[in-house]
């Protein structure tokens, strides 16, 4: 699925081109699809060939990239330079493990920090030569839970605090050569997401089912509830995706986008509000069962 023998050519700002990883479902492919439906050459980032079908019938140019996989990023961008260069790059992929912290194994904390820290900072490494020529743009896709950490959420939390530092840190560094760095924050958005995380979750406490649920069982019952809540009432894909190509095109871009009513409140009230008093508003406080 990449891209082969692309035409150099130089293109207005409706047809500038940006690579979108993770654009195989949820937020990354309905960014694909908008950009490229309006104007946008757009390259994107997925696992397996059958994920870009979809994507090449719309008109954006699939390739096969896993943040993980130091190959697919060689070849991602030595594709996009033949092809005429770049100038957004939007960091979406990323990945959710859902479990008490004291449970996850420690392989999975990993991966998760390797999909969704090591990953972007890899991808955005290999993308710069091109960006710096083309004074572009760098969207990463963070998450409120980048600002605000809940329990039972702490791989995730941990892997979005750390992109969101990321992200200050490169617009900082990158802003001689007139590269923009924004954070994209989502709220809870309907994507699947939730329901890989609610498998990863199974399947990483399947060992110690009996204790999970001893001493966390009120934890994890409401967090099965919010994520069948997520799946079915979080906003639709498109609303982070319409906010994306904003940050994209504007001239002054800012520099933190929160999307959603929930991202809003939290990032303006609940982020800046004393800890423990989050803490009770998150349920941090709740007693074990028996006490």
Known sequence: MCLAGFAHYAHPMSQRSVLVTGASTGIGHATALLLARNGFRVFAG???????????????????????????????????????????????????SAAPLELVPIDDLRYQLEVNVVGQVAVTKAMLPVLRESKGRILNVTSIGGLIAGQ?????????????????????????????????????????????SAASADRMLAPVR???????????????????????KGL??????????????????????????????????LARLPDRTRDRLLGGRRSRAGE
């Not at 996989?69 to 990323?94: D, F, K, P, R, S």
């Open 210 to 232: 009996d204790a999970a649920t001893e001493l966390y069982g009120a934890q994890i019952a409401a967090a099965q509830r919010m994520a069948a809540n997520a799946t079915a």
């Open 46 to 96: 997925v696992r397996r060939a059958e994920d870009g079908e979809s994507l090449a019938a719309a008109g954006a140019i699939p390739i096969i990239l896993d943040v993980t996989n130091e190959q697919h990023i060689a070849g991602a961008a030595t594709t996009i330079e033949e092809a005429g260069g770049l100038y957004g790059l939007v960091n979406n992929a990323g990945i959710a």
């Open 152 to 196: 039972m959420l702490g791989p995730y939390n941990a892997s979005k605090f750390a992109l969101e530092a990321v992200t200050h840190v490169l617009r900082q560094e990158l802003a001689p050569w007139g590269i923009e760095v924004i954070a994209i924050e989502p709220g809870v958005i309907a994507t699947p997401i939730w329901s890989t």
């Open 236 to 269: 639709a894909p498109i609303e982070v995706a319409e906010v994306i190509e904003r940050a994209l095109t504007a001239k002054r871009p800012r520099t933190r986008y929160p999307v959603g009513t929930d991202a809003k409140i939290g990032s303006a009230l």
